[in-house]
Every structure is written in C-alpha cells, then in structure tokens.
C-alpha cells in the first residue's frame, strides 16, 4: 500500500552514518515538518573524517569543518531540536552492543514520535556505515521499547509511531515537499568540503557545476513516475509496526 504526507509528528529524529547523509535523504521532509510547528533532532553517528580527496587535510580539522557544516545544514532545514553527534570513526562504524545502547538513549530521551535513518536492506550498497547504521538504528528502536534493555540507562522505555527509512530499496511512503526544496539544496551545499568529492562541484567550474548538482538533485525529487502530485517528494520505506 502506498502512503503520503504523515501527520506532522510532534518530534522526530532523524540518523545518518555521516553529515549531508540526513540532508540527502530527508532534507526536504525536515524542512516541512520543521516548518508546522515538529522538533527536528539529528544524530550524526561518524565524525566524516574520511570525507576528503586532500590528502594534507588534517583530520582533526576534517572533524571540525564538518561538524559546523552540519550545523549550518540543520539551520538551513530550520530544525528545532538538537543536532548531536556520536563521533565514531567514519568508514569504520561497526555495529556492537555500545552504539546500539547510545542510539537506544537517544531514542528514549528525544522520544521521537517518527524515526528516519537509511535502509539498511538497500542491495548492492557500498557504503558499510550506511548499512551498519540502518541495522543499528532498528536494533535501537526494539531496545528503546523494552523495559528490560539497558535498565541502568533509568529512563523510560520509548516506542516511536512511525519509522521512515531514507534512501529505500523499495518506496511505499511519500511526502510532499513542495516549496522546502530549496531548504534541501541549500542545506546539502552547507557542506563546502563535500562539495567536489560528493557532490561534483569543482572549484574550477563552481557555477555551472552547482548549477547542474541543483538539477540533479530536483529530478531526484520527481517521483511522478508514482503519481502526477508528486513532482517533488521524498520517498521513503514506511515501517509502522514498531
Ligand atoms: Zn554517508
């Protein structure tokens, strides 16, 4: 069955393996909901400290740069609850028992009606911290429900209503973003030393590349391959039995 447009959740949090991941996946939604009133959180699991082509770059420079791109991102989305950061080593997210407890507190402070992360059943995906972190997150969320996971955390159990998963091997849920894509693009080229490496956009040819980063990302949005009102939506796999 396919599904659009959720009520505006009270809350939600959304969880990416790195920064520009949230942006790339629920921009847009963030931004509407954001925009009626929901108290957007973020949680950014790596600290991006493989996101470079420079070798000379020093990490711990990397780290900060991109901590404050991704703040500057969650303003552009107008979110209004906390962007955190988990500070795992990019590229090398492992799922254990100590991140599923972090992501589980998360979940139980925020108390996020809606929780977006990324598919973790995405076929053929490259990237482990987008598949560990997928997994990690469903782990957390059947953990933040249970009064018996993690009873030393001494915060009430949370079971969330709705979980949207970004980036989905198969879409069934659909939210109208017309009017935040903007906040999308703006939010995503917050992210200056992603700019040549993810998003194709050298130096060089700055106008005419981030010209043509903008379309490609807008015929992403296009989704009337589904239904002539969704000329600019994002997709999600919608899971509801939580
Ligand atoms: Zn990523």
Redesign the pocket.
């Known amino acids: 069955m396919v599904t659009k447009n959720l009520e505006v959740p009270k809350r939600a949090l959304a969880i ?3 920064p ?2 949230i942006e ?1 996946g629920a921009g847009a939604t963030l931004a509407k909901w954001s925009d009626h009133g929901c108290e957007v959180s973020m949680l950014i699991c790596t600290d991006g400290s493989k996101g470079t082509w420079n070798p000379d770059l020093k990490k711990s420079d990397l780290i900060a740069i991109r901590k404050a791109e991704q703040l500057l991102a969650a303003e552009e989305l107008n979110v209004a609850g906390k962007v955190a950061f988990l500070g795992e080593v990019d590229g090398e997210l492992e799922m254990s028992g100590n991140l599923r407890k972090r992501i589980t507190l998360f979940i139980r402070n925020l108390r996020p009606n809606v929780i977006l992360t990324h598919d973790p059943w995405k076929r053929y995906r490259l ?1 482990p ?2 598949r560990h972190v997928g997994y990690l997150v469903l782990d957390a969320i059947v953990a933040a429900r249970d009064p018996h996971f993690f009873p030393e955390q001494n915060v009430a159990p949370h079971r969330p209503d709705e979980l949207l998963l970004f980036e989905a091997e198969l879409e069934d849920h659909f939210e109208q973003c017309k009017g935040y894509e903007n906040n999308k693009l703006n939010a995503l080229l917050c992210h200056q030393s992603q700019l040549e490496s993810t998003m194709g956009i050298s130096a060089a040819s700055i106008d005419v590349d981030t010209v043509a980063f903008k379309n490609r990302e807008l015929s992403k949005l296009d989704r009337r391959s589904v239904g002539e009102e969704f000329s600019l939506t994002e997709g999600y796999k919608r899971i509801s039995e939580l």
């Open positions: 990416g393996a790195h520009d991941d790339f990237h911290d987008h």
